[in-house]
């Protein structure tokens, strides 16, 4: 009997079901007679949840061969799924996981689902989402003003709907999207004047992997993780055919997404082009998930809503990756890889529940409990009123849902932050400890957990690049150089400081940053008499230059800031790359990206080139030389592609000539990359690149975002290492 147990428990993790995820197995000697001689699977408890959830999963293979048979009973019904795959986070109101406890407990169970549900040998053996025609949701067409099913199939109708131009609701499996026909220009305009986005790119769904591969490029593994369980937008390299030029205006790349959900594939089947699927919402507002607010806040936006019965208990975003440096890297981590936990690195003890309240922008929070960590799905910009009350819906959900109550709270250290402002206003309520985190030291923390680095690690050299992030005494960073562990870092080195007139009017419009670079570096007369004939030159000139002065002479609204994503913002607008302002968070930088991509190898020995100021407490990287050559380019006509093409070696060479000078000077060959600039994928290959050859090892975020999305992680892991001591 003994070599039995043994076999079976070697042979356990062998036969798991696809999407289980074995942590530990555990076992113990029986020394009394057990109850009864059958083995069991016992109901669950309440109560037992435990800090682990899996994710929604996109349709698996068998499901959508009975979607496809004519003989199956769930031939063409639009909510198929089993325990492989469909609905989990999206539908649970509390743990543990039990049909009853989600938004599918208003529908019973006919008796062919109620067998398939209490059969062990069955594939929905206790598949909590399982439905059929019978007993399950049902979909139907509306266009504003009542159902218009009338006999027809709703879906086949609202395909037909989208050939002739219209733009449509589709109530998904984490919220409602907006799609249209992407190869129809005036259908594309006529979304994004409705939805007033006007330059950022929409994402776009086919069919199959072999309909997006005539509009970009798709290797072996992009077509992996399209096709993949969590199903997430792809960046992918435009090539062949060409879409409507509004779709993704000045990108290089196409986000791709194939269906993930039985309605989309439904949907998708007898439409032989690529439609733009963008989040259902209004501006900045929340992506709409309740049928009586879609209704109200998409009208105007969509013509019909093809809508469904099922309740969304938790708003999912759909997820976005990029392959960069040879790893899939998450830019935004919800729907498929949250709420998935991630295991503390080896040597912090399961600690105090600590609750890190995460960014301004790109929100999301972290919970660490019992050596796990659980990084919210992507909540959004905490500037809008309704993403703000989101932040807060989930906050209290995850609580309940995990049976979690912190003892610490993590916040950002800037006081501005509605998420500091909220975890403060927490902890006094509750008489909890607080810990304001330093901005970029959570980003490369966080860099850190990801990669298993254990706590007592000897420091490493971290490079956080930004937008800005809260430094120390009032000031604002974003291209950093630091020695750091986990509780601790001292700053080596940083980006010349120059002043940001205007203070958030200079993130939103380059060509305030632009101008102060060069004032602050050049006599500005006799620059702009010098190449006064230049058309940034003339810009300036149009602007009021006067006003600047002042505010920078008196220090008025221009808070210093040594901010990467700044200089981007300056070195775009130099070259007309949305110099007068942006539409959407870092526009500037990754249009200069666009520009650079297509000529950056062949300008690799025509880098510019940076100068170190400063003095040998703080060496500072100074853009004096790097602006000299570029407008000297600009005047002799060199192609802006090539122009951008520079800049960006430029930088990349002074980040990794930095990066290496100082990790020999810290005795380390350990360097973080991290910070939102990394999601510039020429910068973060030529930096890494530039390390490897140097003998140092890059790490850089893959699992969670490199900007503020990863940061809560950053900031739980910081105070959980401090508090073990």
Not at 199 to 208: Q, Y
Not at 318 to 331: E, H, K, T
Not at 442 to 455: F, Q, R, S, T, V
Not at 567 to 591: N, P, R
Request: proline share 7%.
């Amino acid at each position: 009997m003994p070599a039995v147990l043994d076999e079976f428990i070697r042979q356990l993790p062998l036969y798991a079901p696809p999407l289980s995820r074995i942590s530990q197995i555990q076992w113990e000697d029986l020394h009394t007679a057990a109850d009864g001689e059958a083995f069991r699977i016992v109901a669950s408890r309440p109560g037992c949840a435990a800090m682990m959830l899996t994710a929604d999963i996109a349709t698996c293979q068998l499901c959508l061969d009975e979607l496809a048979d004519s003989a199956d009973r769930r031939y063409r019904y639009p909510f198929g799924n089993c325990t492989h795959c469909g609905p989990r986070l999206s539908i649970i109101r509390r743990l543990p996981y039990d049909r009853n406890q989600t938004s599918m407990a208003g529908f019973p169970l006919c008796p062919a689902c109620e067998r398939e549900y209490r059969n062990p040998a069955d594939r929905r053996f206790h598949a909590q989402a399982i439905a059929c025609p019978a007993c399950g949701p049902r979909v139907w067409l509306e266009d504003g003003h009542g159902d218009m099913e009338a006999g027809r199939d709703p879906i086949t109708v609202a395909a037909g709907l989208i050939r002739q131009g219209y733009i449509i609701a589709v109530k998904g499996l984490g919220g409602f999207n907006l799609v249209c026909d992407a190869g129809n220009q005036n259908a594309v305009l006529r979304l994004r004047d409705r939805k007033q986005r006007m330059a950022k790119p929409f994402a776009i769904m086919a069919r199959d992997s072999a309909i997006l591969a005539e509009y970009v490029q798709i290797d072996e593994q992009a077509r992996q993780l399209l096709a993949g369980q969590s199903a997430p937008i792809v960046l992918l390299n435009k090539q062949g055919r060409a879409l409507a030029s509004a779709v993704a205006p000045h990108h290089l790349t196409l986000g791709c997404i194939l269906p993930y959900t039985p309605l989309h594939h439904l949907l998708l089947q007898n439409l032989d082009a690529p439609i733009v699927f963008t989040s259902g919402n209004r501006g900045a507002e929340p992506q709409a998930v309740e049928n009586g607010n879609a209704r109200q806040s998409l009208a105007g936006l969509a013509d019909y809503w093809l809508m469904h019965d099922r309740d969304i208990v938790i708003r999912l975003d759909d997820s976005v990756l990029q392959i960069m440096d040879g790893q899939p890297r998450l830019l935004r981590r919800s729907r498929g890889y949250a709420p998935l936990p991630m295991p503390l690195p080896p040597g912090f003890p399961a600690a105090a529940p600590i609750l890190a309240m995460g960014a301004a922008l790109k929100n999301t929070f972290c919970l660490l409990k019992d050596g796990q960590a659980i990084l919210s799905p992507h909540i959004g910009d905490l500037e809008n009123a309704e993403t703000q009350s989101d932040y807060r819906r989930m906050l209290d959900w995850f609580q309940a849902l995990f049976h979690f109550q912190p003892q610490h709270i993590a916040v950002d250290m800037h006081p501005g932050y509605l998420s500091t402002q909220f975890g403060r206003e927490w902890a006094a309520k509750q008489g909890l400890p607080v810990t304001a985190v330093q901005h970029h030291h959570a980003h490369i923390a966080a860099c850190m957990a990801e990669h298993g680095l254990p706590l007592e690690s000897p420091p490493v050299l971290g490079v956080a690049m930004d937008g800005l992030g809260m430094g120390e005494a009032g000031q604002f960073w974003g291209g950093e150089f630091f020695e750091v562990d986990y509780r601790q870092y001292r700053r080596l080195a940083a980006f010349h400081p120059i002043a940001m007139p205007g203070g958030v009017q200079a993130i939103r419009q380059p060509w305030r940053n632009c101008y102060a670079h060069l004032q602050h570096y050049f006599d500005w007369p006799v620059l702009s008499r010098r190449y006064a004939g230049l058309d940034i030159m003339r810009f300036l000139d149009s602007r009021p230059l006067v006003i600047l002065d002042t505010m920078l002479a008196k220090n008025l609204n221009s808070p210093v800031s040594s901010s990467c994503g700044r200089c981007l913002d300056a070195f775009a607008a130099a070259l007309g790359v949305c110099a007068a302002s942006i539409d959407y968070e870092a526009q500037a930088a990754i249009e200069l990206e666009a520009l650079a991509a297509p000529v950056f190898r062949q300008q690799k020995a025509n880098a510019y080139r940076h100068e170190n100021i400063g003095d040998s407490v703080l060496p500072l990287l100074g853009w004096r030389p790097f602006w000299q050559a570029m407008l000297n380019d600009l005047q002799r006509g060199v192609a802006k592609a090539d122009i951008a093409a520079r800049i960006h070696h430029g930088l990349a060479n002074a980040i990794a000539e930095t990066a290496d000078g100082l990790a020999d000077q810290i005795g380390c060959r350990i360097v973080i990359l991290s910070g939102g600039v990394f999601q510039n994928r020429l910068l973060l290959e030529e930096v890494s690149r530039q390390l490897r050859s140097a003998g140092k090892i890059p790490l850089s975020p893959a699992g969670i975002p490199c900007h503020d999305g990863g940061l809560a992680l950053g900031q739980g892991i910081i105070v959980a290492g401090r508090l073990a001591g």
